[in-house]
């Protein structure tokens, strides 16, 4: 699992989120998420909007948010 350095600022988590590899995971504190994202009620929207656009999905912990690298964009996938 990756991590960032301290108080890294948002064009840096953009940087590191697009260059993970599939699967790969990067994970932020409860702390950072708050000071990038704000605590009003949407940003959790704007946090799952904001994983989307660099190909990831964003899950909550306890102490942390854990970005995971998608195996294939939604988009990607031919219809059945």
Do not use: W
């Amino acid at each position: 699992m990756s991590t960032l350095r301290g108080n890294f600022v948002l064009p840096e988590l953009q940087e590191k989120l697009d260059r993970l590899a599939e699967g790969a995971l990067l994970k932020i504190s409860a702390r950072d998420y708050t000071r990038l994202f704000g605590t009003n009620d949407v940003a959790a929207a704007r946090l799952l909007h904001f994983a989307k656009l660099h190909a990831c999905v964003a899950s909550h912990g306890d102490m942390s948010i854990v970005f995971r690298k998608r195996f294939a964009q939604h988009d990607d996938v031919p219809p059945v």
